[in-house]
């Protein structure tokens, strides 16, 4: 990316944004019927989702449930009474012509995201607010030459439209943003942030400024659907904008599409203002109300949220930031630690950490390798804890140890049963340490000769062929200190 810095001076980016994430729910949000993921098309519409005349929208209840949910976790306001419109717009793929939403009164306001900047420190993300709105069908151009297809599957879906400030200063920033917030989406189980299949999707929208001036002109790039594509559209964006004011242009207010193959952004329209849309009152439903008794329900529904977690790993095992946050990232991996750590003594910090890059190290591997996630892993959070004894006792080296948890994922055996099934006890008798490493010796005389001589690192050629001979069994401490003391008499 263009550097900020040019022979004009720095410029300073400013990053906004609206995501629209999917709410975890049976039904949709203004019918009952299904929102099941990968059916054959048009088999989840009812009457209100096709928009037939004479039908009448009635709100989910669980979906107002899960968008408070959603506002206590990312430390909102929950409005008590929030209001429905209808914003228009003319799609084939929209059949009611018009988009129910909130607009002038979302259920939530404000709220806010804690990210850590590239120094460490905090940084608070604020949240502008979050309104509950449909989702709307699908066009289908790829199946036919002549005649386009449309899919009503989500059409009525519920979406929760989080909106940001314009706090977000670079793409490093945004991408921690959206990990943080997926994050506790999928704790509160409001939204599965499966960004994959459409259902957390971001627009992101850019400017650039002198720093300590008025923030510039801002470009929306709609419907970018990862990680990687959102940083890359901002830096397309940022770099084109910089040139564009540099050879004495401005930038105009438009909606852009990021090409993933080009890596180029492109303008699809010039930005609508909100009088476009002709937003007027939903005159079919009601305010919504929301009792202060039903918060207080919902507050209690509420997990520890992973920068608690986070928090709590630090200072109660000891364990360092990184891998704290990193375990605190999915609870599925925070379950998993903590039961594995029930089984061990707490106490020890330096048994936590061992844990903590047993769990994101070869574990990690074994379930990448075979695409799982860690709550289908073929070794359970006691047999990791068991494996971890055993080289906390030294029945088992380090380094075995890692061939026995991966015989451990092949066969789902338990550490102790795979340890002594495949004799990989660790040898740690001094007797037969030292027999093993006098035949060494004495099949290389010459090498010890030249050890003798002065060439000291044959030391390490030594102890690799004594565990040659012990199928890397032998206590590596006592067989260093062996090969001293046979060394030292002579
Ligand atoms: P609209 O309703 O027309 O889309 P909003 O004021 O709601 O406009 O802003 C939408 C998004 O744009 C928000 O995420 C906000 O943070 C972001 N935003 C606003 N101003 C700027 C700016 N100058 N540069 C970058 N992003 C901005
Ligand atoms: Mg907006």
């Not at 957390?200 to 419907?223: A, C, F, I, M, Q």
Request: hydrophobic letters at 40%.
């Amino acid at each position: 990316m263009k550097h900020l810095e040019t022979s004009t001076g720095k410029w300073e980016m400013v990053i906004g944004l609206e995501v629209h994430a999917q709410v975890i729910s049976n039904g949709k949000l203004f019918s009952a019927a299904s929102t099941k993921f990968g059916v054959a098309p048009n088999e989840n519409v009812s009457f209100v989702d096709a928009a037939f005349p004479g039908v009448l929208p009635v709100l989910n209840s669980f979906c107002v449930d899960q968008a408070i949910k959603t506002g206590l976790g990312l430390n909102g306001t929950i409005n008590h009474i929030s209001h429905f419109d209808r914003k228009n717009y003319f799609y084939a793929d929209l059949p009611q012509g018009y988009q129910i939403s909130q607009y002038k009164h979302p259920i939530i306001s404000g709220g806010h995201v804690d990210i850590e900047d590239k120094n460490g420190e905090t940084r608070k993300i604020r949240l502008e607010r979050i309104h509950l709105e449909q989702d709307a069908g699908k066009s289908i151009h790829d199946q036919s030459p002549t005649k386009s297809y449309i899919d009503l599957n989500r059409a009525g879906v519920a979406l929760m439209e989080i909106v940001t400030m314009p706090d977000l200063r670079s793409a490093e920033e945004v991408s921690a943003f959206v990990k943080k917030l997926r994050s506790i989406l999928r704790y509160l189980k409001t939204c599965d942030g499966n960004m994959e299949e459409g259902n957390l999707r971001v627009d992101v929208n850019v400017s650039v400024h002198r720093p300590g001036t008025e923030y510039g002109t801002r470009v929306e790039v709609k419907n970018v659907n990862s990680i990687k594509f959102i940083m890359a559209a901002i830096g397309f964006e940022v770099e084109r904008q910089i040139e564009m004011l540099e050879s004495g242009g401005v930038v105009g207010q438009e909606t852009r599409l990021f090409d993933p193959s080009s890596g180029k952004t492109i303008l699809m329209r010039s930005k609508e203002d909100a009088q476009d849309y002709r937003y007027f009152p939903e005159p079919d439903l009601p305010p919504l109300v929301i009792e202060q008794s039903r918060i207080a329900e919902i507050r209690k529904t509420i997990p520890e949220l992973p920068d608690a977690k986070t928090a709590r790993f630090q200072r109660e095992l000891g364990l360092p930031h990184y891998d704290a946050s990193l375990i605190a990232s999915e609870m599925e991996i925070a379950d998993y630690y903590e039961a594995a750590l029930a089984h061990l003594p707490v106490e020890n910090t330096e048994i936590a950490k061992i844990l903590a890059n047993w769990t994101l190290g070869e574990l990690f591997s074994l379930l990448n390798k075979d695409g799982k996630n860690i709550s289908e892993s073929n070794v359970s959070p006691q047999n990791l804890a068991e494996l971890i004894t055993l080289i906390k006792t030294n029945v088992i080296s380090g380094k075995i140890a890692k061939d026995v948890l991966k015989i451990m994922w092949d066969t789902g055996k338990s550490a102790s049963v795979t340890v002594e099934e495949n004799g990989l006890r660790q040898i740690t008798s001094v007797d037969n340490i030292e027999i093993c490493l006098r035949s060494v010796l004495a099949e290389y005389p010459d090498k010890v000769a030249e050890y003798k001589a002065g060439k000291e690192k044959l030391f390490g050629f030594f102890v690799g062929q004594a565990m040659k001979k012990t199928q890397g069994k032998a206590n590596p401490q006592l067989l260093n200190d062996i090969l001293k003391k046979l060394f030292n008499e002579g």
